[in-house]
C-alpha cells in the first residue's frame, strides 16, 4: 500500500542540490505566502518510506484533527536554522510539537520532534509538500515583519510604554 498523497510527489531534481542533497530554493509559506522560512542550503532531503502522519492544520480543541501521511521531508539540523519560524506546545499524547509561519500562524509545514521522541529524537523536517519552493526571495519579505515591529512599538507608546532605546517616533501632522 502506497502511503503518500498526490500532493506528496519526489521534489523534482532542480528543487535538490546534488551531491548534498540540500534545497536550492528558499521555503516559503503556503498561506501568506510572505515569508521565507527556509533558506538554500539549510534542509537534506529526507524520503520516509513508511511515511509520518501530520495533522492537516490546526483544528479547534472540540473537532478532531485530521492527517495526512506524507513521505518526502527536508531534515533541518535545529529549529534556530529557520529564518521564520513559530513552534506549537507540545502535542498532548505524543512526543513532537509542530512548526508553523510565525508570521501567518497558519498551516502546519513540520514538526520537531523531542528529545524523549522513542524513533526520532531531536530531529526536525519540513514536510516537501506543504511549502513554497521559490528560487529567489519575494520582495516583499522584510516589508511584513517591519510594519509589524512598527506597529508594536506605536501601541506601545500609545499606552503611555517606554520606547526602546535608539528609536526614535517623530510625530508627523
Not at 63 to 77: D, I, N
Not at 147 to 154: P, W
Request: proline letters at 6%; charged letters at 25%; hydrophobic letters at 35%.
Amino acid at each position: 500500500m502506497d502511503p503518500s498523497t498526490e500532493s506528496d510527489a519526489q521534489p523534482r531534481a532542480e528543487l535538490v542540490k546534488e551531491g548534498t542533497n540540500t534545497n536550492t530554493h528558499h521555503f516559503v509559506c503556503t498561506v501568506c505566502q510572505c515569508s521565507v522560512i527556509l533558506s538554500p542550503e539549510r534542509g537534506t532531503l529526507l524520503h520516509i518510506e513508511d511515511g509520518l502522519q501530520m495533522h492537516k492544520d490546526r483544528t479547534k480543541k472540540d473537532e478532531p484533527a485530521e492527517t495526512e501521511t506524507l513521505r518526502y521531508f527536508w531534515q533541518v539540523r535545529s529549529v534556530m536554522s529557520f529564518d521564520n519560524v513559530s513552534v506549537s506546545k507540545s502535542v498532548t499524547g505524543s512526543e513532537l510539537k509542530y512548526l508553523t509561519c510565525a508570521e501567518c500562524e497558519r498551516g502546519i509545514f513540520g514538526i520537531h520532534f523531542l528529545p524523549s521522541h522513542p524513533t526520532r529524537a531531536g530531529q526536525t523536517v519540513v514536510a516537501h509538500s506543504r511549502v513554497l519552493h521559490l528560487l529567489e526571495a519575494p520582495a516583499q519579505e522584510v516589508a511584513p515583519a517591519l510594519l509589524s515591529f512598527a506597529r508594536g512599538i506605536l501601541e506601545k507608546k500609545a499606552n503611555g510604554g517606554e520606547v526602546p532605546p535608539g528609536i526614535i517616533i517623530e510625530d508627523g501632522e
